[in-house]
């Protein structure tokens, strides 16, 4: 569920009054790309970093 979150944010930041005449195909890729990145954000903060659950999230949201 987290990782749609960070997707979804990360899209909508980014491109922000560019979406007029994109292709459903860019936005699966640049979703995919911005749900990595809070993903990899997320697992650094918990498993390595040894965080609570919450702190993770808020890491990885705001990494978006």
Do not use: H, P
Not at 15 to 28: A, P, V
Not at 35 to 63: D, K, N, P, Q
Request: aromatic letters at 18%; a neutral charge; glycine letters at 10%.
């Amino acid at each position: 569920m987290l990782r749609f979150v960070t997707d979804y944010i990360g899209y909508t930041v980014a491109n922000q009054g560019f979406r007029e005449g994109e292709r459903k195909g860019e936005l699966l890729y640049s979703m995919l790309v911005y749900g990595l990145i809070g993903w990899l954000v997320f697992y650094c903060v918990l498993m390595l970093w040894r965080e609570t659950f919450f702190t993770a999230m808020l890491a990885a949201v705001s990494a978006c």
